[in-house]
């Protein structure tokens, strides 16, 4: 006997009921493989945002900057710094291969928003992101950027590192701003202590190739222009490091050695990607949840459409077995229906799991924005393989009951009942 | 415990500062519809927003080559090129299509301008005109209502009757465009922003004629340049 060819043929007669089962059993699986995929993809797509910092370590203020968000609301000022006495001070530190100091300051935008002008002023506040940086050290962390070519990006380079009103600019804020080499640029930044923002007027001297990272979104300056423009003369709000060797141990010597410095904290780049991924460790219980009672309906759905099957042909079970079929063919032949059911319902889910990639990364993006910009779902092969696999194995063990079933019904009863 | 403390706050700057900043493609959206709409037409029930590109149009290519003619000069050909996205919204309450708002980029002396206008579905006229974006030295100036004003009721075809009248015969009182002047305490480093203002708006107009008004102005500008011709 072709079992194959007969539970096909089993299946294929009962369409809907197929169809409905293996529906089941896609979506629960392309759930699952989502799920996984997200895992995989935002692990990923944390590190490789923190890859293109290009430091390890990070030492900044002391004090939770929260704060930060705060400022993003209402507009003021808030970021945290610290004294620059404090990268002169790391600097010399002999497990230190690089050291870059950084200065972040935000440029307001004057009245963002249609609603600006209907309200005479009472604008949506919006900001630019001034990255005030050491040049040198900066471009040895981040060897890799380039600049821009093109119409109206030929000629790019670095600032002059005294100039007070040159620019380079990221990426996408070129782009959003409209910006070409030797276009203008104006920030209005309102300086330490100050009420009234200043306007300044910058020269683009180069703008970036995309990295994908959040440099993109950022423009450069050099780091005294910076603090001068914001008035915060000798101040930093990031040092980046770069260790000369990188692991736990030397990074609690590091830390150990910096932290009577009263004014800093010293964060590893490696426990802030830890952090980030456990703040998202919430959302990821949720839908783990979620899929697995998706895969938990699925499996009844399967008991339920073998079992069904059984019982509509009791018939034409007894009479296999009255004519020879032996109990074993008899359990092997339903099995293999429900072999057949997760097997299909499994691919089907790998498939729409992977039509569905962009559009679950679009709504996660969109949902829990948190910093990354690469892909958030990364779908492998070794991840789909898994998912088949483990389908067909909980299909298999959902069969069991149902093929039992089957395989012990005694023919003349098996007849009788179905009469 | 400290520590990661530290940490967790560190990833909200680390968040908020470098996540910050998800520009959108350089095409001109308002930065919240519904709300900014809802602002300007009250009585609105629902909007569509329609994104417009002229390389999915069959006749892209020939609308593209009317925006370039009709413009007076040059289109950026980075971020005014054939691929620039646009998006047309259109106001309804209920059935009934209470105007169109769309909105350009133009590139300032010291950033994007974004302006938006709100064009009367009937008459094509404009109704309002609004910055979303305008980063200038004349920045007050240029969004005050007194300003903005100068352009309500205009349409495309004044702006090609102006074509006419700038060549021609300049103190016409007829020329509606040619009677907007700089705003009063303009500081003269503003002027090419008034000027990028002015073809935004002739650059908005000329837009919303292909993509909603069916180039009904088309004899007002073939009228103008026949008589230039003469």
Not at chain 1, 133 to 140: H, M, N, T
Not at chain 1, 148 to 175: L, P, S
Not at chain 1, 331 to 345: A, D, N, Q
Not at chain 2, 41 to 51: C, G, H, I, L, S
Request: charged share 20%; glycine share 10%; proline share 4%.
């Amino acid at each position: 006997m072709n079992f194959f060819k007969f539970a096909l043929k089993n299946l294929i007669g009962r369409p809907i009921r197929t169809v409905l089962t293996i529906g089941g059993v896609a979506l629960a699986v392309a759930v699952a493989v989502s799920l996984g995929g997200f895992n995989q993809g935002y692990k990923k797509a944390i590190e490789g945002s923190i890859e293109q910092l290009g430091f390890q370590v990070m030492v900044m203020a002391k004090g939770c900057p929260y704060e930060a968000a705060t400022l993003m609301l209402k507009g003021g000022t808030g970021l945290l710094y610290l004294p620059d006495n404090a990268y002169t001070q790391i600097k010399e530190d002999p497990d230190v291969q690089a050291i870059t100091p950084i200065f972040i300051g935000l440029a307001e935008k004057q009245n963002v928003g249609i609603m600006g002008d209907e309200d005479e002023g009472d604008g949506s506040n919006a900001f630019t992101i001034m990255s005030g940086i050491d040049l040198k050290s900066f471009k040895e962390m981040k060897p890799w950027f380039t600049f821009k070519t093109g119409e109206g990006y030929d000629g790019g380079r670095w600032f002059d590192e005294n100039a007070t009103d040159e620019i380079v600019m990221g990426y996408e804020v070129a782009e959003y701003e409209n910006r070409k080499v030797g276009d203008t640029f104006y920030a209005s930044v309102t300086p330490n202590g100050a009420v009234e923002p200043v306007m300044h007027e910058f020269k683009v001297v180069g703008v970036l190739e995309r990295t994908g990272s959040q440099d993109d979104g950022s423009v450069y300056i050099p780091l005294k222009a910076a603090q001068t423009i914001f008035n915060r003369p000798n101040e930093l709000t990031i040092v980046g490091i770069k260790l000369k060797e990188f692991n736990g141990i030397r990074m609690r010597e590091f830390e150990g050695r910096w932290l009577r410095i009263p004014e800093v904290q010293v964060v590893s780049l490696q426990q802030v990607k830890g952090a980030l991924i456990s703040l998202i460790g919430t959302a990821q219980i949720m839908i783990a949840a979620v899929a697995i009672i998706a895969v938990i309906v699925a499996i009844i759905g399967v008991i339920n459409a073998i079992m069904m099957s059984v019982f509509e042909r009791m018939g034409e079970i007894g009479i296999m077995k009255a004519v020879g079929a032996s109990r074993k063919q008899v359990f092997i032949l339903i099995w293999i229906e429900t072999l057949f059911l997760t097997l299909i319902g499994a691919i089907v889910g790998c498939l729409l799991a992977i039509v569905g990639s962009g559009a679950v990364d679009t709504a996660l993006r969109y949902l829990l924005n948190m910093g990354v910009t690469t892909d958030m779902v990364d779908i492998t092969l070794p991840l789909l393989v898994l998912a088949v696999v483990s389908a067909v194995i909980l299909g298999l063990l959902a069969g069991i009951w149902p093929s039992l079933r089957a395989a012990n019904l005694r023919p003349v009863q098996a007849i009788r009942s179905s009469e | 415990m400290k520590l990661r403390l530290a940490t967790i706050c560190f990833c909200a700057v680390f968040v908020l500062l470098f996540a910050m900043p998800s520009f959108a493609a350089v095409g001109c959206t308002l930065s919240n519809p519904a709300r900014d709409l809802k602002s300007l037409f009250p009585e609105m029930t629902t909007y569509r927003e329609d994104v417009k590109e002229f390389t999915k149009m069959p006749d892209g290519q020939e609308k593209y080559d009317i925006l370039k003619a009709r413009l007076g000069d040059a289109l950026d050909p980075v971020y005014e090129s054939f691929e620039t996205p646009y998006t047309l919204y259109s106001i309804y309450k209920g059935d009934e299509l209470l105007g169109y708002v769309h909105g350009v980029n133009v590139a300032g002396k010291g950033g994007v301008i974004q302006i938006f206008l709100s064009v009367d579905p009937q008459t094509a006229q404009v109704e309002k005109m609004l910055f979303q974006r305008l980063e200038s030295l004349g920045s007050k100036q240029l969004r005050s209502k007194e300003f903005r004003n100068n352009f309500v009721g205009l349409t495309m075809g004044d702006f090609y009757k102006h074509d006419y009248f700038a060549a021609k015969d300049a103190a016409n009182t007829a020329d509606k465009v040619g009677q907007i002047k700089p705003p009063q305490g303009l500081d003269d480093r503003a002027m090419p922003d008034y000027e990028t203002v002015m073809r935004g708006v002739r650059k908005d107009l000329l837009l919303l004629e292909l993509f909603a008004f069916d180039m009904r102005h088309e004899p007002f500008f073939e009228r103008a340049q026949s008589s230039l011709k003469q």
